[in-house]
Structure formats: C-alpha cells, structure tokens
Nanobody, 116 residues
Framework: QVQLVESGGGLVQPGGSLRLSCVAS????????MAWYRQAPGKQRELVAG???????NYADSVKGRFTISRDNAKNTVYLQMNSLKPEDTAVYSC??????????WGKGTLVTVSS
C-alpha cells in the first residue's frame, strides 16, 4: 500500500510563492507518474501539473509559466513550486501517484489560500 503525504500549504498574499511537497511510501515511486490536482470550493477537481517517470511534464493552461513540478526519486518526493500566486489558485492541492498498472493513489491534500 502506498501512502502520500503532502505539506507546504498555507496562507500567502497575491503575488507570493509557495512550494508544496509530497512524500510517497513504498518502492514504486521511481516507476510511477506523479501529479498535483486541486479542488476549489464548489468546483470540480482539476489537474494542475503532471510529471512522468522520465521527467516529461505537463501543466494546466491556468498555471503555465507560474508553477513548476519536479521530482526527486532518491527522496520519493514530488514538488510543486508555485509563483505569482493569484486568489483563484486558492484550493486544496492533492498529490496523485499513478502506478504503471493503472492504479491510482491519493494524498489527503494541503490547503493553499491566496488572500490579502
């Protein structure tokens, strides 16, 4: 069983930055794709950014140029660097691990609030 634990959320002013981290247990991290999703109040969950096991990345149009996803296989950790944050980025951010056998694991999420 894989467990994912996110950290790094909090309250930040518009224009500020945060870095989210997600640590995975087990030994399948390096062969799995990772992604960050978010869900704002009253809205559906959406993909923010993804990274494959060979470091190919993709981003939602709304965060391109502002957010960067990266991974450290030695630490079983995926990161989301968020810059130039906007109030509309406010959401619960959750980490997703997708095993090559198409099994998905989810973290519980971390709240990001962008407000002055």
């Amino acid at each position: 069983q894989v467990q994912l634990v996110e950290s790094g959320g909090g309250l930040v002013q518009p224009g500020g930055s945060l870095r989210l981290s997600c640590v995975a247990s087990g030994n399948i991290f390096s062969i799995s794709a990772m992604a960050w999703y978010r869900q704002a109040p009253g809205k559906q969950r959406e993909l923010v950014a993804g990274i494959t096991n060979d470091d190919k990345t993709n981003y939602a149009d709304s965060v391109k140029g502002r957010f960067t996803i990266s991974r450290d296989n030695a630490k079983n950790t995926v990161y989301l660097q968020m810059n130039s944050l906007k109030p509309e980025d406010t959401a619960v951010y959750s980490c997703n691990l997708k095993h090559p056998w198409d099994i998905n694991y989810w973290g519980k999420g971390t709240l990001v609030t962008v407000s002055s």
